[in-house]
């Protein structure tokens, strides 16, 4: 079965740095835009980042403008989400998705366009 798998979630205080993984089993993740979402407590999945399949186009929400560096690295599988300056409003579960926009990354971070799997998330917690 088709799994994406999120790491390197973790508790870190603010100001501070994560840098997220996302690795496919069974499937090769430059056929796919990927993009991160997170997750608030109480709150509704909102878009993060996104970048399409050969890194060509990103989009980010603006919350995370500036902070947030999504990368890839198609060799190895992987896609990353660098988090710096880290506030407490970025804690969340972290989810990254694989699909194919047909209206590119800024819609499938915005309303999930083309979005064909999930991973099952990885917790981020920005406290002191």
Known sequence: QLQLVESGGGLVQPGGSLRLACAASEF??????????????????EGVSCISRFGLSTNYADSVKGRFTISRDNAKNTVYLQMDSLKPEDTGVYYCAAGLPLSG????????NGIRYWGKGTLVTVSS
């Not at 991160?36 to 509704?44: D, E, N, V």
């Open 28 to 45: 090769t993740l430059d056929n796919y835009a990927i993009g991160w979402f997170r997750q608030a407590p109480g709150k509704a999945r």
């Open 105 to 112: 990354v800024q819609a499938m971070c915005s309303s999930y």
